[in-house]
């Protein structure tokens, strides 16, 4: 699966297993009951114990080879500057959330296809060393269980590379597609044809496999999914593409002192009608707390209980003159964090998400949808 650009919290029902690079790793839910389905029907197919325990490598072995291929695209993205938040392996492959999506189509070029080339670069390495070996490089032609796990590991990487290499948005060739198309036009209007590409495609993949294999049927439905929301993305960040925070921003901001109490916070948001209080210690910004965090200091402490010491997000300072595509970015990198309009060390107002969602409401891309 292909580096996603997208936006908000982190998956539920997932854990960090490690970090490669500096690089989160972390494993949904759904991927650990799978490997229990498969190693249960393998075992009450009574093919035995070892060839189990075969199965089972392979499939192990398949998302360490999606793990290389997902940190391919975090590194390759890394050289240009773009972060990857984590990377999440899922039953049906990997995500890389890169922060944003790299500014310039030769950069997503450069990132999209790094990951196939990983594969195909894998298989040969494999495929060297069987041969070298005097093994068989076809599965059929195996004599033993790892002469099977090595040949059958070498055409999954060509599979694998080959398959992300379609077409179909936001798979890796939907990249490809945008951004070779993003050289000769719009990166909005290469979206809306990457997307209807990768949505003829997704309706392709479930028809077939309807007939033949339901997995098809669910990688049709992410593949359609994943095209709609990356979509939607692009026409939200181009809504507000070159918009100063002036133009949203609240044009107060009611601030309260790290030493003063719950209590104080509270009736300072009851006279203001403000839900959201930008923190100063010493005169200096130091973050923010919301309806929700003061509800929960009272509840646990009491109305006495100094700001400092109770809940509080993180701040993102901009200035007026701060575009809101670029907020959008910031935020998308610490979800739990509020944008507070600076001026100097001065609060002077606040952008939420629901004021950006508000603006796009307002004021929408043009639609340029291909038909589909």
């Known amino acids: 699966m292909p580096p996603s650009s997208a936006h908000g919290v982190r998956t539920p029902w997932s854990w960090r297993i490690g970090s490669i690079a500096g690089i989160p790793i972390r494993v949904h839910v759904t991927l650990l009951l799978l490997l229990g389905w498969f190693a249960a029907s393998f075992w009450m197919s009574g093919i035995g114990p070892r060839a189990t325990a075969a199965g089972l490598i392979i499939l192990v072995a398949v998302f360490v080879i999606i ?11 890394r050289r240009f500057g773009v972060a990857t938040r984590d990377i999440l392996l899922l039953p049906i492959g990997g995500i890389a959330s890169l922060e944003r999506i790299p500014e310039r189509p030769g950069q997503e070029l450069a990132i999209a296809l790094v990951g196939p080339v990983v594969n ?12 070298g070996a005097g093994l ?19 055409w999954i990487n060509v599979v694998l590379a080959v398959f992300n290499l379609l077409p179909a948005f936001p798979m890796d060739g939907g990249r490809v597609l945008r951004s070779v198309l993003a050289m000769w036009t719009s990166r909005e209007r290469a979206t809306e044809i990457a997307t209807a590409a990768g949505k003829i495609i997704a309706v392709g993949l479930g028809a077939i ?18 095209a709609s929301r990356e979509r939607d993305m692009v026409r939200i960040r181009s809504s507000l593409a070159g918009v100063p925070a002036s133009e949203v921003m609240s044009r107060r901001a009611v601030v309260v002192d790290a030493s003063e109490t719950a209590g104080v916070a509270a ?9 959201v ?11 923010a707390v919301t309806r929700e965090d003061i509800a929960a200091a009272l509840r646990t402490a009491g109305p006495e209980l100094e700001v400092g010491e109770a809940p509080r997000h993180e701040v993102v300072r901009v200035a007026p003159g701060t575009t809101l595509d670029r907020i959008l970015d910031e935020l998308s990198t610490s979800p739990e964090a509020i944008a507070v309009v600076v001026d100097g060390e001065q609060a002077v107002g606040l952008v939420t998400p629901e004021q950006l969602m508000a603006y796009v409401a307002l004021h929408p891309a043009p639609d340029r949808t291909a038909t589909v």
């Open 67 to 77: 793990v290389a291929h997902e940190l391919s695209h975090a590194l390759m993205a």
């Open 120 to 131: 195909l670069v894998l298989a040969a390495i494999l495929y060297a060393i069987v041969a």
């Open 136 to 154: 068989p490089t076809d599965p059929a032609n195996a004599r033993g269980v790892g002469e099977a796990v090595l040949s059958q590991l070498i």
């Open 209 to 226: 496999g309807v007939f033949t294999n339901l997995w098809l049927v669910v990688i049709a439905f992410v593949v359609w999914m994943g």
């Open 267 to 275: 009736s300072r948001m009851v006279d203001s009608g403000i839900g």
């Open 277 to 287: 209080l930008p923190v100063v210690e010493h005169g200096r910004l130091v973050g």
